[in-house]
């Protein structure tokens, strides 16, 4: 068993720290804090170019086609850096959910616009009623016009999900909560009629938000997976995104 | 008292308890259970409201304002106190300047500082620590430069927490730079804080909150009047404040509150399907604290009556003992009411409900407050005299290495 890195590897971490040694240090980070959106817009266009939006894509994606150690190096320096951008949100916990559950039409769609830094989403599962319980889910998706759903529920601590442009949502097709069998997992524009968000900073100055839906409508092409199904994939998206 | 309270002390407790209980605004319990620092206008309405009734000065002799209470009913009081939960006294101004004063100190400057001391009309801080002077504090260097009727004081604390409070601090400075050993050339100064040349500069600490500071001294004049005991004798006087009873160190009804605080709200967040509460490895965790809560009461109580019994009144090198695995087991405390927020302890939400006061309350308060509690009483275990320092002590004074 190798545990060592690659020389690929090695390049990629030495890059993404020397880019946060010269641009992240305490100072450059409050004013990265006080900016609106609550991070720095120009560091997000530098990791694009430095590749580190793309890392886990497939290459046909405009993606880096690495994987958890790629992504753990970028991850590991931006920890050390206390780095405000919505990395985790947007390439860890999204992207994830849209590799794992997306077709290839929602792939092609989104993945590029991520790795090329235009497009920022937040995973909107955790509801405030739920702790750690991730089958506890009462958002709701009900048939809707043209074989779209309807959304109604609330989501909350919604990391970055203060000003993500997508947001992926879990809602119950069917099922009592905490069933597993049941949850979906939906695309949902951020600016979509129905959603309000509240954003505020966590502890460590990072943005969140409380996300509420009523009636959010969306179109069938904007359900992930098969309908009901997306339990497995909310699982995975959660331990792509946890130290243990 | 052995290890059962006595008849007497019963009653004396249930009295406390009773006045407490009835007297204790409830805007402040409230607060105070939601796990809010108190605030400063909190501090002051309930030490007022104890001292009316004498007993704000809890560990000072009844000529001096205080209830002349033994050391185990003192013990009672903020075992009574603490869990309300109502507001600390100001330990500034009770268990530090005023024993100082009352041992140390002139007439005037007792006439002078301890009823107002007692009733929080002054609100003290403590001047030790320095950029290069905090557990080794004999290193400081503010300098105190005898001129005519004044000494000139230059020089910088920092850590001082509630200066921005304050009126009053009570500091140690170099009178005698030139002294054989560096304890001898230190004096206890008493300096106002409205003083020209003071700059009280704020700490934000990695919870939030403004406790801390960075007191500054240029050119700062102090009327030799304001000198505790001799000049550059203030070495004695601060081991004294250090080495006082140490009773409470421990704060155990703090630790006992917020165990009760977290099982309240753990029936109200889930785990598996069902009430954290119900949750056997939270339960496990619940009872293994309470249990080391239970263990170290006995071990207080045996530090507390040996030391009523004791005729000299030293205090017990045991309260070492007590001073580590208090801060050790607050800190635990802190931890499980964090984790039973679970996801909701990470919002810093309180913060932002204030900017929009008129809207819905954005998430539980308890749960951020939880997380400022647990990063900030991280530092318990530095606060105090360092818990690595304690158990200096007790390798000396207890296991004679």
Redesign the interface.
């Known amino acids: 068993m190798d545990f060592d890195l690659t020389e690929e590897q090695r390049l990629l971490r030495d890059s993404v720290d020397r880019l946060l040694a010269d641009h992240y240090g305490f100072a450059q980070r409050r004013a990265y804090l006080a900016e609106p959106e609550g991070h720095s817009k120009a560091m997000w266009e530098r990791y694009a170019e430095l590749g580190l939006l793309g890392l886990p894509f497939a290459e046909e994606y405009s993606g880096f086609g690495g994987g958890a150690i790629e992504t753990m190096l970028a991850m590991e320096a931006f920890g050390r850096a206390l780095a405000l951008e919505p990395y985790l949100a947007t390439v860890v916990l999204s992207g994830t959910a849209l590799r794992l559950a997306g077709s290839e039409a929602q792939q092609s769609a989104i993945l590029p616009q991520i790795a090329e830094g235009r497009m920022t989403l937040a995973f909107a599962h ?1 509801e ?6 991730l089958s ?1 889910v009462l958002t709701t998706a009900k048939a809707g016009p043209q074989r779209g759903w309807v959304l109604d529920g609330a989501k ?2 919604v990391v970055h999900g203060d000003n993500a442009d997508r947001l992926i949502v879990s809602a119950r097709i069917s099922g009592e909560r ?1 069933d597993p069998d049941g949850v979906s997992l939906f695309l949902v524009d951020a600016n979509a009629n129905g959603v309000a968000r ?1 954003s ?4 460590d100055g990072t943005r ?1 938000a ?1 996300i509420s839906l009523s009636a959010v409508e969306v179109t069938a092409d904007d359900l992930l997976g098969a309908p009901g199904k997306a339990f497995p994939v909310v699982e995975r998206v959660v331990e792509a995104a946890s130290p243990r | 008292m052995d290890l059962r309270f006595s008849a007497e002390e019963t009653a004396f407790r249930d009295e406390l308890r009773g006045f407490i209980r009835d007297q204790l605004p409830d805007d402040i319990r409230e607060r105070m259970r939601l796990g809010y620092a108190p605030r400063k206008e909190d501090t002051v309405r309930w030490q007022r409201i104890l001292n009316q009734r004498g007993w704000a000065a809890f560990n000072w002799p009844k000529e001096y304002g205080g209830p002349g209470w033994t050391p185990v009913q003192r013990m009672i009081f903020l075992e009574e106190n603490q869990p309300a939960p109502a507001p600390e006294v100001s330990s500034f101004n009770i268990t530090m300047i005023g024993p100082v004063l009352i041992q140390f100190g002139t007439q005037e400057q007792k006439r002078r500082f301890l009823p107002r001391a007692a009733n929080i009309d002054d609100w003290w801080c403590q001047g030790f620590s320095e950029p290069g002077a905090g557990s080794d504090l004999a290193s400081l260097k503010t300098a105190a430069k005898r001129d005519g009727d004044h000494y000139v004081v230059n020089g910088q604390k920092i850590w001082t927490s509630t200066a921005h409070h304050a009126d009053w601090c009570f500091c140690l400075v170099r009178s005698d730079p030139g002294a054989k050993k560096r304890q001898e050339g230190i004096s206890f100064l008493l300096i106002d804080m409205r003083t020209p040349g003071i700059t009280v500069r704020p700490i934000i600490s990695i ?2 909150s403004h406790h801390l500071n960075e007191v500054f001294f240029d050119d700062v004049m102090v009327p030799v009047e304001n000198l505790v005991s001799e000049e550059h004798r203030g070495w004695d006087v601060a081991k004294y404040l250090l080495g006082h009873e140490r009773t409470g160190i421990a704060r155990l009804g703090k630790s006992k509150e917020r165990v009760k605080f977290a099982k309240e709200m753990a029936h109200e ?5 069902r009430p ?1 509460i119900d949750d056997p490895a939270f339960r496990q965790r619940v009872a293994q604290l309470e249990v080391d809560l239970k263990a170290l009461e006995i071990t207080q109580f045996r530090v507390v009556s040996a030391y009523e019994k004791s005729e000299a009144g030293r205090p017990d090198p045991l309260s070492s003992a007590l001073k580590i695995k208090g801060t050790e087991l607050l800190q635990a405390t802190t931890e499980l009411a964090m984790n039973v927020g ?3 302890a ?4 309180a ?2 409900l204030e900017a929009l006061s008129n ?1 819905p309350e ?2 539980p308060a308890w749960a ?1 407050e939880a ?2 509690n647990y ?1 900030f009483l991280r530092a318990a275990s530095i606060y105090g005299g360092t818990n690595e320092i304690q158990k200096n002590i007790l390798t000396k004074t207890v296991l004679g290495l």
């Open positions: 955790g405030r009623q739920a702790r750690y319980d506890d909350s601590v905490d509240r505020y900073p966590m502890r969140a409380e | 919870d939030g967040m889930r785990a598996n399907g954290l679970g996801p909701l990470m919002p810093d939400w913060q932002e809207e954005l998430g951020a997380t400022k990063l």
